[in-house]
């Protein structure tokens, strides 16, 4: 309906309500063992392969070792793939984000504030900030014939609901 220079993705982050068990401590001993964790981090990842994350009142970055994506597909190599597959299944426990009731979906207007407010309110224990995806990715995705992941893509603008396209 747009074209894809008049497109914007926006990131599309995630709550998440408790650390499966684990302390804080232990959750970032075992952060530790996949990723590189920056302490004073930003509330917004810088590039790709890099999330930020809210815990405990406290921003911090996480950053994919070198060669880690060798050998990954296009869509197991985006990064809402990548903390599913590092992150949310192997440590926290989430292995359908469908359906798990642990996690929330914070599309990108909503910003790194809304992050903060369910993380500081404990309605969740940790929060990530996503970089988002971009138009390039979903157009290799799609030409590759593949599906996103499932809450990977916040687009805008945004349809209006009730609108009705018709070709003339």
């Not at 004073?40 to 990842?45: D, L």
């Not at 599913?84 to 996690?103: F, Y």
């Not at 929330?104 to 903060?116: A, D, P, Q």
């Not at 407010?117 to 969740?124: F, I, N, Q, S, Y």
Request: hydrophobic content about 40%; overall charge negative.
């Amino acid at each position: 309906m747009f074209p894809d220079d008049q497109l914007q993705i926006l990131p599309y982050n995630r709550a998440v309500r408790d650390l499966n068990g684990l302390s804080s401590a232990e959750f970032l001993e075992a952060l530790r063992k996949e990723f590189e964790v920056a302490e004073n981090g930003s509330s917004e990842p810088a590039r790709r392969g890099e999330w930020s994350m809210y815990l405990e009142g406290r921003w911090y970055t996480l950053r994919m070792p070198a060669g880690a994506l060798a050998g990954r597909g296009i869509v197991d190599s985006l990064d809402v793939s990548l903390l599913q597959d590092r992150l949310l299944d192997p440590i926290l426990g989430i292995k359908d984000i469908r359906t798990d009731r642990r996690i929330e979906f914070i599309g990108g207007m909503r910003g790194t504030k809304e992050l903060e407010r369910l993380v500081d309110e404990g309605k969740a224990a940790v929060a990530f900030s996503l970089f988002p995806t971009t138009i390039e990715d979903l157009l290799r995705v799609s030409d590759a014939g593949e599906v996103m992941p499932p809450k990977s893509t916040w687009f805008e603008p945004k349809l209006r609901d009730g609108l009705l396209i018709h070709m003339i």
